[in-house]
T-cell receptor, first 115, second 114 residues
Framework: NAGVTQTPKFQVLKTGQSMTLQCAQDMNHNSMYWYRQDPGMGLRLIYYSASEGTTDKGEVPNGYNVSRLNKREFSLRLESAAPSQTSVYFC??????????????FGEGSWLTVV | AQTVTQSQPEMSVQEAETVTLSCTYDTSESDYYLFWYKQPPSRQMILVIRQEAYKQQNATENRFSVNFQKAAKSFSLKISDSQLGDAAMYFCAYRRYGDDKIIFGKGTRLHILP
């Protein structure tokens, strides 16, 4: 039972490099999210997608782009990485109704360091 | 814009004792959901408990219960009979009914003293 899968789990980038964090869920969920977690800042929403083909900005979208490739996959791209983007990134998903509609399920996190 | 505030960055409690974590939120909506998530050192995010705003009865899950005060916009988590495995970061979260955006507080780190 995979749930939400993120890749890679660890990545070191040089300033200015680009990379994409991949996320896939196998629960047939409609909504997907990208959060970043920094010490003392909690979880901050970067982007989210209510359904395939739609994306919306969250609290801290600057410096990121996203793609909702299909219902399963939601990727996060850093076009020109900056040290301020060093963080732990979490992908999450949520179903449409019932218990799964009221709960978000998280991936295990991706540790990104920009030097 | 909705905000979620956890005013206690860290707390400690003796094993087997009871502890209450605070959460307040700001919203003009009447229908919404509130959540408590636990994040142990493994960084995995685990749902502890959730509350629908239209329900007056406070949610309970085994040793975990909430005190939901809608008028005061307060949603505290009570952990009874604290165990060493309860040591974690706890996050309070909010989602407006019909919206997809889920907003988290900054978290409270809970230490359990043996």
């Amino acid at each position: 039972n995979a749930g939400v899968t993120q890749t890679p789990k660890f990545q070191v980038l040089k300033t200015g490099q680009s990379m994409t964090l991949q996320c896939a869920q196998d629960m047939n969920h409609n909504s997907m999210y990208w959060y970043r977690q920094d010490p003392g800042m909690g979880l901050r929403l970067i982007y989210y997608s209510a359904s395939e083909g739609t994306t919306d900005k969250g609290e801290v979208p600057n410096g990121y782009n996203v793609s909702r490739l299909n219902k399963r996959e939601f990727s996060l791209r850093l076009e020109s990485a900056a040290p301020s983007q060093t963080s732990v990134y979490f992908c999450a998903s949520r179903g449409l109704q019932g218990a799964s509609g009221n709960t978000i399920y998280f991936g295990e996190g991706s540790w990104l360091t920009v030097v | 814009a909705q905000t979620v505030t956890q005013s206690q960055p860290e707390m400690s409690v003796q094993e087997a004792e009871t502890v209450t974590l605070s959460c307040t939120y700001d919203t003009s909506e009447s229908d919404y959901y509130l959540f408590w998530y636990k994040q142990p050192p493994s960084r995995q995010m685990i749902l502890v408990i959730r509350q629908e705003a239209y329900k007056q009865q406070n949610a309970t899950e085994n040793r975990f219960s909430v005190n939901f005060q809608k008028a005061a916009k307060s949603f505290s988590l009570k952990i009874s009979d604290s165990q060493l495995g309860d040591a974690a970061m706890y996050f309070c979260a909010y989602r407006r009914y019909g919206d997809d955006k889920i907003i988290f507080g900054k978290g409270t780190r809970l230490h359990i003293l043996p």
